[in-house]
C-alpha cells in the first residue's frame, strides 16, 4: 500500500477531474428530454431507449430492458432469477411495487442441507419469479404489443453481443460455466471461456422469449418452459417441481415510505430490505449536513453507524411477511429513529449494536399466530464462513409523459448457479443461499416461503406521490448487503451535498461490513469498513482514531454498480449517470 499523503494539496488533486464540479466525475451527466434508460450493459439500455422511441412508456421499456440483460449481462440476472419492480404513474399518483421473488420449493426442507446450502447446484435454485412481475406489470401499465416489447432483447440472444473485459474475467473464475454441458454451450462453445470481443449466442433462449411473447406467463409457469426447467432440475439433483411453478404468484403491494427533510423516499417493503435505508435516513436526518461536510470522517462515521443500528435492526425483524409479523411502523417511526441515535457517538464507534425495541413503537400488539422476534432474539449465527460475493443488476427508466420505472432483479451470486436449464437457454438463480439453516433465525427456510432480499429500488419525489408530488430520483444498484448502504450516499450526495448524479455516483465510496450479518448464511465474521483510496489519508485517520477497522481499496474498488436519474425540478429535463466501476451505461433521448 503506497504512503498516503493527508495534506490540502493530495485533498486537492484527488479532487481535481475532467466533470467535477462539487464532486468528483469522469463522465458527464446524460441529458434527455424525453426519455432516459440506465442499466449495467450498454446495449441493454440501448434497447430500452428504442422501445421508448417506438411509443412505448417506462414499463414498456423496463419489460425490454428486465428481458435484454439475460443475453447482455448475464452475471448479473436472468429470468431464471427474481427482483422488484417499482412502478411510478404520474397521471395515476401511485406508486407501487410488484413482488417477483419466488419461494423456496415446497421439498427444500432444511434436513436437506445438513452440509449447507452449495452455490453451484441444482438444489441452490429458488422458483424464479421476475417473469411474472414484469409480465404482471406490462398487462397492468404498458402501451405497447409484449412481442413488441420483446424484439430488442431476441435479437441480442440471436445476432450475440461482445463479451466486455468484465464478463471475461468473472466468467473465467467459474468452472461450472465451462463443464455443465448446456452452460458450456453458451459461455465456452470453442472448449474455453470466451475472451474479451468474442460474441456470446443463445438462440435457445431466444426461442424461449417468443414463446412468452406469443403466450405470456403460462408458457412459463405451466407451459413448454417449466416442464423443460422442472426436467433438469430433476436431473440435476434440483428441487423443483410443477406444483412450484404452479402456485406462484406475483404480489403488488403498498411501497414503504419515510420523509427526508422535506421529501418522500419510497422503497419496497419486505421481503425486501429496504426498509434499511429508510432507517438509516431517519437517523442521518438528525444532523446537521452542513456540520458533517461530505467525505468527511464525520459524516462517514455517522452512516456508517446508522448502517449498523440497521442492520441490527434488519436481522430480529425482517423475513416474508406472509409468515413473519413485522413492526414496520415502528421501525420506520421517527421517535424511533430518535430513540435509537441515542446509541450513536459523534467520537467513537459503538460496541456491536444490538436490535431496538421497535414494537414499543408501534400501535398494536404482535400477531401471535405468525413469527415474531422481540429484542435479543435475533437468533445470530457465530459460525465463522467466507461471505460469498453477490450479483444482481439494477436498471432504471423515465419516459416522456413522467412514469418511472425502479427495478432490480438477480440471480443472487455472479452467475447464480452456473447452470442453463436444459434446453430453455435460461441461466438459473441460486437464491436459496439466502436462506439460514440456524432454526433460531428470522430467516429460517421454509419451504414454499419467500426468502429475504436485499434489492431495494429508491424513488424519492419533492412531496407523496399520491397528493401529486414530483419525481426527482430514481436510483439503485447490485451489490447484496451493500446496496442500501451505496444508496445511503447516493441520495445525501444529492440532497444534502449538492452533487450532481454522475458526482454522487463516482465520487470516492465505502462500505461497511458487519460481522454475523450477511445475507448469506452461513454469516462471516468480517468487521471492516472498506474505502476508496481517493478518500483523504486525513479521514481515514480520523475514522481509525474512532474505532472503525478501516481497509483502504482502490480508487474504484469500492462495491456496487449505481444507476440513477435525476428529473430537474423546473425544466424536467432527464440527467442520468451509470457507474463507472462496471460495464453501466446512460442512455437519453
Not at 103 to 114: H, Q, W
Not at 347 to 366: I, K, T, Y
Not at 496 to 516: C, K, M, S
Amino acid at each position: 500500500m503506497p504512503v498516503r499523503s493527508s495534506s490540502d494539496s493530495d485533498h486537492h488533486m484527488k479532487n481535481r477531474t475532467p466533470h467535477g464540479e462539487r464532486g468528483q466525475s469522469y463522465r458527464p451527466v446524460r441529458m434527455g428530454g424525453k426519455g432516459a434508460v440506465v442499466a449495467n450493459h450498454p446495449l441493454a439500455a440501448q434497447a430500452g431507449l428504442q422501445t421508448l422511441m417506438r411509443g412505448g412508456n417506462a414499463v414498456d421499456a423496463a419489460v425490454t430492458v428486465g428481458f435484454a440483460l439475460g443475453p447482455a449481462e448475464p452475471q448479473g440476472s436472468s429470468i431464471g432469477g427474481d427482483g422488484f419492480v417499482m412502478v411510478h404513474m404520474r397521471d395515476r399518483k401511485l406508486v407501487q411495487v410488484a413482488n417477483g421473488t419466488g419461494a423456496a420449493p415446497l421439498s427444500a426442507t432444511p434436513d436437506r442441507f445438513g452440509k449447507g446450502i452449495p452455490q453451484t447446484h441444482a438444489t441452490a435454485i429458488s422458483v424464479p419469479g421476475i417473469v411474472d412481475a414484469l409480465l404482471s406489470a406490462h398487462e397492468k401499465y404498458g402501451i405497447l404489443p409484449l412481442a413488441t416489447c420483446l424484439e430488442p432483447a431476441i435479437e441480442l440472444c440471436e445476432d450475440g453481443v461482445p463479451v466486455s473485459h468484465f464478463q471475461a474475467t468473472s466468467a473465467a473464475k467459474y468452472n461450472v460455466l465451462m463443464t455443465a454441458p448446456t452452460s458450456a454451450a453458451v459461455f465456452a462453445p470453442n472448449g474455453r471461456p470466451l475472451k474479451p470481443g468474442e460474441i456470446r449466442r443463445n438462440p435457445d433462449l431466444a426461442h424461449t422469449y417468443r414463446l412468452i411473447a406469443e403466450h405470456g406467463r403460462d408458457a412459463f409457469y405451466k407451459g413448454e418452459i417449466a416442464r423443460e426447467m422442472v426436467r433438469f432440475s430433476e436431473q440435476s439433483g434440483g428441487l423443483l417441481s410443477m406444483e412450484d411453478f404452479k402456485r406462484h404468484r406475483v404480489r403488488w403491494d403498498d411501497p414503504i415510505s419515510t420523509t427526508y427533510r422535506g421529501r418522500t423516499v419510497y422503497e419496497a417493503p419486505p421481503n425486501s430490505t429496504g426498509h434499511v435505508l429508510l432507517q438509516e435516513l431517519n437517523l442521518f436526518e438528525q444532523v446537521d449536513p452542513a456540520k458533517y461536510p461530505y467525505l468527511s470522517a464525520e459524516s462517514i462515521h455517522m452512516m456508517v453507524e446508522a448502517k449498523r443500528l440497521a442492520f441490527a435492526d434488519r436481522e430480529a425483524y425482517i423475513a416474508d411477511p406472509e409468515f413473519v409479523d413485522i413492526p414496520m411502523e415502528g421501525l420506520l417511526s421517527k421517535e424511533y429513529a430518535a430513540n435509537r441515535f441515542a446509541n450513536i457517538h459523534a467520537e467513537r464507534a459503538m460496541p456491536e449494536p444490538v436490535p431496538g425495541d421497535a414494537w414499543a413503537f408501534q400501535d398494536r400488539v404482535p400477531d401471535e399466530t405468525k413469527r415474531f422476534y422481540r429484542r435479543g432474539q435475533s437468533g445470530q449465527s457465530h459460525q465463522p464462513a467466507t461471505s460469498a460475493g453477490n450479483e444482481t443488476t439494477h436498471f432504471c427508466v423515465v419516459d416522456r409523459w413522467g412514469n418511472s420505472v425502479g427495478e432490480l432483479q438477480s440471480i443472487q451470486t455472479m452467475f447464480g448457479s452456473c447452470l442453463i436449464a436444459g434446453s430453455t437457454g435460461i441461466l438459473m438463480n441460486n437464491r436459496m443461499t439466502y436462506w439460514h439453516i440456524d432454526e433460531n433465525h428470522i430467516n429460517h427456510l421454509r419451504p414454499g416461503q419467500r426468502v429475504r432480499h436485499t434489492m431495494n429500488p429508491v424513488m424519492v419525489f419533492s412531496a407523496p406521490a399520491e397528493v401529486g408530488g414530483d419525481l426527482e430520483l430514481v436510483c439503485g444498484t447490485p451489490g447484496g448487503d451493500t446496496q442500501v448502504q451505496t444508496n445511503l450516499q447516493v441520495v445525501t450526495g444529492v440532497f444534502d451535498y449538492g452533487l450532481n448524479v454522475a458526482e454522487a455516483i463516482e465520487g470516492p465510496r465505502w462500505t461497511h461490513f458487519q460481522a454475523r450479518t450477511d445475507s448469506t448464511y452461513p454469516h462471516a465474521e468480517r468487521d471492516e469498513l472498506s474505502i476508496e483510496d481517493r478518500v483523504p489519508g486525513e479521514t481515514v485517520d480520523q475514522l481509525r482514531s474512532r474505532g472503525h477497522n478501516v481497509k483502504v481499496v482502490g480508487d474504484f474498488e469500492g462495491n456496487g454498480s449505481e444507476g440513477a436519474i435525476r428529473v430537474h425540478p423546473e425544466s424536467r429535463s432527464l440527467m442520468a449517470a451509470s457507474d463507472p466501476r462496471r460495464d453501466g451505461d446512460a442512455a437519453v433521448w
